[in-house]
């Protein structure tokens, strides 16, 4: 059906000028400009090197890969380089877009895709327009209106969140900018405002529980906001409250270092993108720190701690949710210290399902089984959480000493017959997070499911680990024989981590991020033990042994991102 809405879609005359041109959102990157200008294609985490080849002549290696082609964001990247070669390499891709897959046919022609495309093509009208004769000039604004009036018709059938949001987006983009389709704008306007009423929560949060997404759809209501403001058109309420809703919630959502928490198929963002979103929507509500979004976030001096305490999304929208029902990320100052090993979906099928178990967070996992299960599919990228947790509590207090946070999930209980608590603490100074995990029966599964459990295994009780991720650029080390492991972080802080009920190791881990062509190495702290009866216990801490002298405030700038 998309393929025959395109079809049609060019039946239309085209539009002949832009009556508006809006000024680019989002700032390209020079260096993956000039490797685009060197035939160096790097998407998705995917490097491809085709010296001698068009963007649309190479072999994709992944659909990830294929969407951020067809995304044309690689548009900002050449625009970053700005001289003659890179403009006529933009303007040749185009021109070939349009004769291989401008009538129709390919996989480019989604709703979401489409969308952002026409924002990435309005943004950057000038940058491609400049120079061309009239011919290729009426080419460029056929193919513009060909995509709005697709859109007009089918930015319904995108998928509801994300998707919908781009393609709408990318409709009003289209209504503001070209002479003769100013009629799509009146209905993509009240499109996305019943959107925002209806996909973005109370709390500011959405279904998909994304961090990542949530400033995505958020970033997206910004540029929509302004560019109305710009051209003197009214701003639905609806779109404006849903901005100071979110707002709170995305701030609520960062580590020290201002990064997002990875959960849910989602990243750390990317540099710079959620505070400049946040500039350009000029809110300055606060930082949202209880029930965000089904996260709790815990911060004390330069310590900051966000648990995963809600149940994951539900079936429909959790094709990238993860098993991490009550795992954590922490960060001192503005070094990210326990994180999650993140989304796996820009490295490979193999490195997606590995990212969304349990053992890929940081929290409690039974006999090397998640807390949720996935359906099986050859697809990752489809793939739902078909059971988990469907009761989980939390509660938290503070006082003089610090804050403290109670919280429970029942997804062990129909497999193993027991709930998993976790307690934790940070103190009024920033310097200790101690936490206890505990598994007690549910009540749910007989007893003799555990004495099977017990036959299998080569020891009494049923095993379970707990799992701490470190951040690559922490340099970890065991300590008083075995009993302790230091973590020397690039401030010069030193954190010492110790345990009771269990046998510690340092082990190898991953840390997955799109900015990486490949997963980084790093490593983790394991605390393993066996539960009997359905009880087990362990209580941990990490306890901040010294400061970094000179170093403390940590202002120097060292990320190579940027």
């Known amino acids: 059906m998309n393929w025959r809405h395109a079809r049609f879609a060019g ?51 992944s659909s990830a890969f294929l969407r951020e082609q067809h995304g044309f964001a690689w548009l900002d990247d050449l625009v970053a380089v700005g001289d003659n070669a890179a403009r006529n390499i933009a303007q040749q891709w185009i021109f070939e877009w349009i004769n291989i897959f401008g009538a129709g046919k390919g996989p480019g022609w989604g709703p979401g895709l489409t969308g952002r495309r026409l924002i990435q093509l309005c943004s950057n009208a000038e940058f491609i327009l400049h120079g061309l004769d009239a011919k290729n000039t009426r080419k460029i604004f056929r193919t513009l209106g060909r995509q709005t009036d697709f859109l007009s018709k089918r930015w319904r059938v995108a998928r509801p969140g994300l998707h919908r949001f781009e393609a709408l987006s990318g409709l009003i983009y289209a209504g503001l900018s070209l002479k003769g389709r100013e009629n799509v704008l009146a209905s993509a306007v009240r499109g996305i405002a019943a959107e925002c009423q209806k996909h973005i929560g109370k709390d500011g949060g959405i279904p998909t529980r994304s961090p990542e997404e949530l400033m995505a759809v958020f970033t997206l209501l910004t540029w929509v906001r302004n560019a109305l403001i710009e051209n003197k058109h009214k701003v639905d309420d609806r779109i404006t409250d849903a901005l100071h ?61 966000i648990t995963d305490c809600a149940a994951p999304p539900a079936t429909g929208v959790s094709q990238k949710a993860h098993a991490s029902t009550l795992a954590f990320e922490m960060s001192s100052g503005r070094r990210p210290m326990i994180v ?14 590995a990212g969304r178990k349990t053992a890929a967070h940081n929290t409690l996992q039974i006999e090397n089984t998640s807390s949720a299960k996935f359906s099986a599919n050859d697809d990752p990228s489809s793939e739902e959480i078909i059971d988990g947790p469907d009761k989980v509590t939390c509660n938290r207090a503070s006082d003089l000493s610090g804050v403290w946070l109670v919280a429970t999930h029942n997804g062990y209980a129909r497999s193993h017959g027991m709930i998993h608590e976790r307690r934790l603490f940070i103190s009024a100074d920033g310097r200790e997070v101690a936490g206890e995990d505990k ?24 095993s379970y680990v707990i799992h701490f991720h470190m951040h690559p650029d922490i340099v970890p080390s065991l300590d008083l024989d075995g009993q302790a492991v230091s973590l020397t972080l690039k401030s010069g802080e030193v954190w010492v981590f110790r345990q009771n009920g269990g046998l510690l190791a340092l082990q190898d881990s991953a840390f997955l991020d799109r900015s990486h062509i490949k997963p980084r190495a790093t490593k983790q702290i394991v605390v393993s033990a066996r539960a009997v009866d359905y009880n087990g216990q362990i209580t941990w801490n990490f306890l901040r042994a010294a400061d970094g002298g000179r170093n403390t405030r940590d202002l120097v700038i060292d990320d190579p991102a940027l």
Not at 33 to 45: H, P, T, Y
Not at 341 to 352: E, L, Q, Y
Not at 439 to 462: C, H, K, N, Q, W
């Open 11 to 61: 039946f239309r005359p085209a539009p002949k000028a832009f009556s508006y041109c809006p000024e680019p959102r989002t700032i390209g990157s020079f260096a993956k400009g000039q490797q685009l200008v060197s035939r160096n294609f790097l998407f998705a985490g995917e490097l491809v090197e085709g010296p001698s080849l068009s963007i649309w002549a190479i072999t994709t290696p």
């Open 245 to 305: 809703r979110m707002a709170p919630t995305l701030r609520g959502l960062r580590l020290g270092d201002g990064t997002l928490v990875r959960f849910h198929g989602g990243g750390r963002g990317m540099q710079g993108q959620l505070d400049q979103s946040l500039a350009d929507a000029q809110i300055k509500d606060g930082t949202a720190d209880q029930k965000i979004m089904g996260f709790e976030r815990m911060a004390t001096g330069r310590l900051v701690v």
């Open 340 to 353: 999650n090993c993140g989304a796996g979906h820009r490295f490979g099928s193999d490195w997606t399902r």
């Open 439 to 462: 598994l007690s029966p549910s009540g749910e599964i007989p007893a003799p499911l555990f004495g099977r459990t017990v036959i299998d295994t080569p020891a009494l009780g049923a």
